[in-house]
């Protein structure tokens, strides 16, 4: 009888220790931690707002020599009512995918030099509205220039794009991914696209 007390006893101890090690399940956590250990795993895949993004391509121009690009540049985010100004900026016309646009452009300037940031709706297509972007902005759309590369990339679900002189663009693309890289974005393989002068 004894020997049974005892085996009953160390059977529901090692019960308890068991439990007690294997505590932290996805049950015992809230919402936040799991968001928070998803956001970890995959990295962000998305800005919240035109502020965080002014606030990353201020971040960007912090790296880059002030004679890589135009002066008096402007960082605003456009109106998605007004299609025809979109359509000039980027070339899209299906914005039902898009939560916001946000532009950096020098205020007044003869030089091509344009950079496009686009916030995506979760679960649209943002593979398609890269390439549609990257096939449809005019690269001359300024009085007498052309830019002359175009680089389109994914961070997380948003769409980072520049369109600049060669050196410019790449460099700028560079300064952005290293800012998407330091908030675990995760980069994809840019689009680049050279354009006839």
């Not at 948003?158 to 060669?166: E, L, P, R, Y």
Request: glycine share 6%; with cysteine; net charge negative.
């Amino acid at each position: 009888m004894k020997k049974k007390v005892a085996f009953v006893l160390l059977t529901v101890m090692l019960t308890g220790v068991v439990t007690a090690c294997g505590g932290n399940t996805d049950t015992d956590r809230t919402s936040d931690e799991v968001q928070t250990q998803v956001q970890e795993e995959q990295g962000m895949v998305h800005l919240g707002s035109a502020e965080e993004v002014a606030a990353f391509i201020d971040e960007m121009y912090t790296t880059i020599p002030t004679d890589m690009v135009p002066m008096s540049l402007a960082t605003m985010e456009l109106d998605l009512q007004d299609i025809d100004t979109v359509s000039y900026h980027t070339g899209l016309t299906d914005l039902s995918q898009i939560e916001g646009i946000t532009i950096s452009e020098p205020m007044m300037s003869s030089v091509a030099y344009s950079v496009v940031y686009i916030r995506t709706k979760e679960g649209a297509d943002t593979e398609q509205i890269r390439q549609t972007l990257m096939d449809k902005v005019n690269p001359a759309k300024w009085l007498c220039v052309t830019a002359e590369k175009q680089i389109a990339g994914r961070f997380g679900d948003d769409i980072f794009f520049v369109m600049a002189a060669t050196d410019t663009a790449n460099l700028v693309y560079e300064e952005a991914v290293k800012v998407a890289e330091a908030r675990t974005m995760k980069v994809e393989e840019a689009l680049e696209k050279t354009n006839p002068m």
